[in-house]
């Protein structure tokens, strides 16, 4: 199976839409994913991932089921100079994270008293459970760090979200901090990260990332 995750176009964060900029790199992707084949296509609750795919939808002649737990990870982590202003979690102070190893381990990142004191664990491990429930309806269904195939599946699908989410789903199924990717990567608007899964013995399967923040549809022409 391929899962392709695609960020939403230049939005207008306010009104959860996209700008006109957004609504041009939304028509340069569907232009690119009409010549795909795609099985499923998922998409977030928000208006802005809605308004990214509908140019695909369109001329796929397909629909999307919206993914209520696919919308934008959002935690405000308090900045610890300023006590009236806090960030995502993407956008907090290496002051804040670089000098803890914790942040860049799979597991302890959680133990950090940042994470540990916050609601941040309970909202990861809630989009965790449904993104595992979601590929076990697929065929995967996790047993420790590996996913046992229950049946095949050569499917390619879609996920019309966002930075953070897509950043956090990455690097779980990588076996990753979100913290190596939330801090330490950029995923251009309508760009296209995808993954596939790898079978080994005994039905075992891992996914592995094949492309990352690919925007060459934006770029027509190689410009």
């Known amino acids: 199976m391929k899962i392709l995750l695609i960020r939403h176009g230049e939005p207008n964060y306010e009104l959860d839409c996209l700008t006109e900029q957004g609504v041009q790199q939304a028509e340069l992707l569907s232009r690119r994913m009409a010549n795909l084949k795609i099985d499923e296509i998922y998409a977030s609750p928000m208006g802005r991932a809605q ?15 919206t993914l209520p737990w696919a919308h934008e990870f959002y935690y405000l982590a308090p900045d610890p100079k300023n006590p009236d202003a806090s960030y995502q979690m993407w956008e907090t102070f290496p002051s804040c994270w670089a000098k803890d190893p914790e942040f860049f ?9 940042m994470i540990a004191n ?5 909202l990861y491990d809630e989009v965790i459970e449904h993104l595992n429930q979601f590929l076990s309806k697929q065929g995967f269904v996790r047993e420790g760090n590996t996913y046992r195939m229950t049946k095949k599946n050569d499917k390619t699908i879609v996920l019309f979200c966002h930075f953070g989410l ?19 990567a950029s995923i251009d608007f309508t760009g296209i990260s995808e993954l596939f899964h790898e079978e080994y013995e005994d039905n075992l399967a891992v996914f592995k990332l094949n492309r990352f923040n690919d925007a060459t549809h934006l770029h027509p022409e190689g410009q």
Request: with cysteine.
């Open 105 to 113: 381990d799979a597991t302890r990142w959680a133990s950090h008293p």
């Open 166 to 184: 897509a950043t956090l789903v990455m690097s779980y199924l990588l076996g990753m901090s979100p913290f190596l990717l939330w801090q330490g």
């Open 51 to 65: 308004q990214t795919a509908k140019p695909t939808l369109e001329k796929l002649g397909m629909c999307a089921e």
């Open 118 to 122: 916050s609601d941040i664990k309970a």
